[in-house]
């Protein structure tokens, strides 16, 4: 009786776990919910960002802590005091980009590795350069999980860039920096875009444009935005 008992209740327990409760709703389900009322609304209508956004599980990015917030309009906590962007973020810098599928991107601050991973999404090869050891392992894990094998990751200060790689059609640095690293705008392509938040530590920053074309480099700024500092001298 006492095993029919514990059979039973070993049955439920996994019938509970695996039924959705009603008005769940799947990751599928939360992330065309991002898309129609976080991205769209606001003016991301790039085809491949929207695609990429809505393949990738950014509840695989996080920590099982966050992973019911993994779709919230806000940026979420990824350990080592560091965070990942809000989802609008990540696909309007995407998206500021303009990519095409034969780019090759340099991305600073791997963080979590999801700005990556949207990225492969839509380019043939992506690097990656997180200056904390812990997060590129992490990063790293994250992408293998999903079977993501077109980035690659390095760890190591963004600041220089990686030379051997370059030059890129399209550099996008995650973290906010005071000023623009000289060395980042040598490694853009003729014709490359490189998307940068810039300004005074811990405030406001502009999110920037920067083009080079025959040589020459334009900036412009995008809006205002707010990111964890780009860090120097680990
Ligand atoms: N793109 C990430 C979020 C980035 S948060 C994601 O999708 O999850 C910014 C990241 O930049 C942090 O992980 C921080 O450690 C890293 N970082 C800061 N300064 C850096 C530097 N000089 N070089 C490389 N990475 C840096």
Redesign the pocket.
């Known amino acids: 009786m006492k095993l029919v008992l514990r059979i039973s209740l070993t049955l439920l327990f996994y019938l509970l776990l695996n039924v959705p409760v009603y008005g769940q709703e799947s990751p599928t389900e939360k992330r065309q919910k991002m898309i129609s009322e976080q991205l769209i609304p606001r003016g991301i209508s790039d085809r491949e960002t929207l695609k990429a956004m809505g393949r990738i599980p950014r509840e695989a ?1 996080v920590p099982v802590s966050q992973k019911p917030y993994a779709y919230d309009d806000r940026p979420l906590p ?1 350990g ?1 005091g ?4 809000q989802p609008f973020m ?1 696909a309007f810098m995407t998206q500021a980009l303009r990519l095409k599928k034969s780019d090759r991107v340099l ?10 991973a949207v990225l492969s999404q839509i380019v043939d090869t992506v690097y990656t ?4 050891p812990s ?1 590129a392992e992490r990063a790293s894990r994250h992408l293998k999980n999903l079977n993501i094998d077109n980035v690659q990751i390095r760890n ?4 220089f860039g990686w030379e051997e790689k370059s030059p890129f059609d399209a550099i996008i640095v ?2 906010g920096a005071e000023t623009i690293p000289p060395v980042l705008v040598e490694q853009l392509s003729e014709d490359g875009i490189m998307i940068i938040p810039v300004g005074p530590h811990r405030g406001v920053r502009q999110l920037i444009k920067l083009t080079k074309k025959k040589g020459k480099i334009k900036t412009k700024s995008l809006m205002d935005v707010r ?6 001298n680990r």
């Open positions: 990015f990824i080592d560091q965070t990942i962007s990540v991305e600073i601050g791997t963080g979590s590795g999801y700005q990556a350069i997180e200056i904390i997060l190591g200060d963004g600041y995650t973290a990111f964890v500092p780009f860090v120097r």
